[in-house]
């Protein structure tokens, strides 16, 4: 039969395992004192021998007894055997007992003795019971009662304080998960190398606070600091180190963490050596220095200084090694992106020289300089001016075929080029949001009215000049006072050379030939006036060249440039968000309508929809029978079937969605198609392209002199610069009711339908067409146009 202690110990075990941490069950066990011995107050106290000034703290009251507030620790002389190394029970009487041997609690009754029971593990002194009795004093057959409840005490809370520190470092790890992960999310969340550098130095600091936090990153053989976070006064922003020049060259030489946790070390010293004498901030004490590493690469180093409230230590080298690997990563992206674009800008350079080289027309030279680089240049607008002994009369504007009178974007323009005009150096205007009036005082009063009223933040004017002179003035303007980076103004100003040589040349071209032209009529004129018989002559050609003008018929065509329109193209989208499994097709393939180009993973639609029929199956056999029993939930069980078969039919159309097929014949556009395999997408994310190539449309810019003459059903014959060789023909379907402006004259665009079954047709594809009139006089065609011309110089000079 068990007895009543070892069921006060039972139940005194069962609270302990129930209660979840150290100081809940030093409350237990103080409770079940206290119920066993009566009339007295029982305190728990916890031993750390690794604290000298507060080796005892209470973590357990019970009775009439509470901790003191100004108390700081609950040690004194009376414990002082319990250290020994064989600590036994220990019984005072009122007559040994001082208030401060108890003044760390409250007590408001007179205390007759005080009893201290050594909490023992393994002979491991763990903490100890304080017993205080208001009277009498306890007999040690009293204290064998509590025996058992004292032996559970010490394993109770060094169990909880186990589990509460297992606790902890789960929690820590998890937020340390958490930390890696909000910092790969940050960082993934952008590839624009400035922002990335800019936010890993502030991220790092947040999940390893800090004073300061570097990146550095190989600039050729030597470390250059990109950005930092915090205050250092011993470094600056774009500074660099070279091997043997400081610690951080050197450890990125040898390509493995570093931790100098002493003060006094010499390379801590040859830093601090490096601040500036006027700084307050404190000298560095303790750094950490980790490298990034990315396919067995070094790409830079992350550099921590001074640890807040304490050096930095393993645990710390541990994290910043976990960050390392994921800034590694967002850095060889952004570096990635950083070379495509410039790869990219590259690439349109060389386009835009090709253009600017092509053609000695100084208008439609205008026009490409100010909207070609639109591509890769992020302005949103772009003028070009041209020098006119000494001043700057606007020549073009990005997005304006021709400059309108009175316009009040013109005339703004036209009052900035008056400024530059008396500007001989770069100008490089910006105004950000943020700066204080310093910043401001430094744009130029021209530019800081101009960006006042057009709303713009931004002016790069880049002169343009060659060893005759100024020819010109190149501006980029834009809203964001940061639009051009290192690579857009080396661009702009590779552009802004070959732009000049090309303006020069067109100005030379433009005066040379007409010298060239009207010297040999003058002459020619000369010698037949000198002639009595080179004048009949001249009368008997006029009369034959006036009756062939009159009579003799010729074809009459009218031309005009002619571009091969934009076509049909279809995207292809994901439908919902899933992974694509398979894809059927690739670039420059050729599709039918209705042909699979690809599969997303379906087994969840496949599921959803066998679930669905199941369902459906049951409310049908659940409608039969109630309809054969004449039941009145057959109406419900109706509208339940005809619900479950229309979810059917959806769980069916999502099914089918997996498939990703072409809704056009066509030919398939999209690069790399094969790589998308494996891919997640989310829904509406674009998978394919498709292009119509079965058709094309060819519109013909007729000038507006000749438009009256256009009609449906006129041929039209077009030739292509792709196919010298090749001619199509087709009749006109549309004449357009609107003018556009073109290259000093306006047109209307006639469009051609033309059949493209070889698919030898492609979008912006130009050329040369001409329109079949029929036969005409030859007067009427040789002559109609200059007639026109004569006829409206006329009207403008005489206007009758």
Aim: some cysteine.
């Amino acid at each position: 039969m068990i007895s009543p202690v070892n069921d006060a110990a039972v139940e005194v075990g069962a609270q302990l395992l129930a209660a979840p941490d150290a100081v809940m069950r030093a409350s237990i066990v103080a409770s079940a004192i206290v119920a066993q011995l009566q009339n007295c107050a029982c305190a728990i106290h916890r031993f750390n021998s690794e604290d000298v000034e507060n080796a005892w703290t209470v973590i357990g009251l019970a009775g009439d007894a509470s901790p003191q507030p100004a108390s700081a620790g609950s040690g004194n002389r009376l414990m002082a055997p319990l250290l020994l190394e064989s600590a036994e029970t220990l019984i005072y009487a009122s007559a040994d007992i001082l208030r401060e041997d108890y003044s760390h609690l409250q007590i408001s009754r007179s205390v007759s003795s005080i009893t201290y029971i050594p909490l023992l593990q393994r002979e491991e002194l763990v903490g100890a019971a304080e017993i205080l009795t208001f009277s009498g004093t306890p007999r040690l057959q009293d204290l064998e009662a509590i025996a058992p409840i004292i032996q559970l005490a010490a394993t109770a809370i060094l169990a909880a304080e186990s589990t509460e520190a297992q606790r902890q470092d789960l929690l820590d790890s998890i937020h340390r998960m958490s930390q890696l992960y909000d910092l790969e999310k940050s960082l993934n969340a952008t590839l624009e190398f400035d922002a990335v550098a800019e936010l890993i130095p502030m991220k790092a600091a947040a999940m390893l606070p800090c004073q300061a936090m570097h990146l550095w990153m190989f600039d050729g053989e030597i470390l250059r600091l990109i950005s930092t976070h915090g205050q250092d006064a011993t470094v600056e922003v774009g500074g660099t180190q070279a091997p043997g020049e400081g610690y951080v060259a050197d450890m990125a030489e040898q390509g493995e963490a570093l931790l100098i946790a002493d003060a006094d070390d010499e390379r801590l010293r040859q830093r601090n050596a490096q601040a500036n004498a006027e700084s307050e901030l404190p000298a560095i004490s303790d750094v950490l220095l980790v490298p990034l590493m990315h396919d067995d690469a070094e790409v830079g180093v992350l550099e921590a200084i001074n640890r807040e409230e304490r050096p930095f230590d393993d645990d710390d080298q541990f994290l910043m090694m976990s960050m390392a690997e994921t800034i590694a990563s967002a850095l060889k992206n952004a570096s990635l992106l950083l070379a495509e674009r410039k790869l990219e800008i590259l690439k349109a350079l060389v386009s835009v020289s090709g253009e600017i080289t092509s053609t000695l027309r100084l208008d439609r030279l205008m026009g490409i300089i100010v909207n070609s680089p639109q591509n890769v240049l992020p302005y949103e607008r772009c003028a070009i001016a041209l020098d006119q002994r000494g001043k700057l009369q606007l020549k073009s504007v990005s997005g304006m075929a021709s400059l309108p009178l009175g316009d009040i974007t013109v005339e703004r323009l036209n009052q900035l080029m008056r400024w530059l005009s008396s500007q001989t150096e770069l100008v490089h205007a910006r105004q950000f949001e943020n700066a204080g009036d310093e910043k401001q005082n430094e744009i130029p009063g021209p530019v800081a009215e101009y960006f006042a009223a057009t709303g713009f933040r931004a002016l790069y004017a880049m002169p343009l000049s060659d060893d005759q002179g100024r020819v010109g003035v190149l501006t980029y303007e834009s809203s964001d006072a940061e639009f051009l980076d290192v690579p857009h103004v080396e661009m702009i100003k590779i552009l802004a050379g070959q732009a000049t040589v090309a303006i020069r040349n067109a100005l030379l071209y433009r005066e040379v030939p007409l010298i060239g032209l009207i010297e040999p009529l003058v002459k020619k004129k000369r010698e037949l006036l000198n002639s009595q018989r080179s004048r009949w002559m001249t009368i008997g050609v006029l009369f034959e060249c006036a009756l062939f003008l009159s009579f003799f018929p010729l074809p009459m065509r009218i031309g005009g440039d002619a571009v091969v329109a934009p076509q049909h193209m279809v995207t292809i989208d994901a439908p919902v968000d899933g992974n694509v499994t398979m894809v059927y097709a690739h670039e420059g393939q050729r599709v039918k309508t209705g042909d699979v180009l690809g599969a997303m993973n379906d087994w969840q639609w496949r599921a959803d929809l066998a679930s669905t029929e199941a369902k459906y199956q049951q409310a049908m056999l659940v409608m039969q029978n109630d309809l054969a029993h004449g039941a009145a939930q057959s109406g419900a069980d109706r509208a339940q079937a005809e619900f479950l078969h229309a979810e059917v039919l959806r769980a069916n159309a999502r099914m089918e969605g997996a498939q990703l097929r072409s809704p056009i014949d066509g030919i398939v556009v999209t690069a790399d198609l094969q790589n998308v395999a494996g891919k997640h997408l989310d829904a509406g994310t674009a998978f394919a392209q498709v292009l119509d190539l079965s058709s094309a449309i060819v519109q013909v810019s007729i000038p507006e002199r000749d438009t009256l003459l256009m009609h449906p059903g006129e041929t039209v014959a077009i030739k292509l610069d792709s196919y010298p060789q090749r001619t199509w023909r087709g009749p006109i379907s549309v004449v357009s009711p609107e003018a556009k402006a073109g290259d000093g004259d306006r047109t209307f665009t006639v469009e051609v339908p033309l059949s493209n079954a070889d698919a030898s047709l492609r979008s912006g594809m130009t050329g040369r067409a001409k329109v079949s009139l029929g036969w005409k006089p030859a007067g009427y065609v040789l002559l109609r146009r200059p007639a026109l011309w004569a006829w409206q110089t006329l009207w403008n000079w005489i206007g009758w």
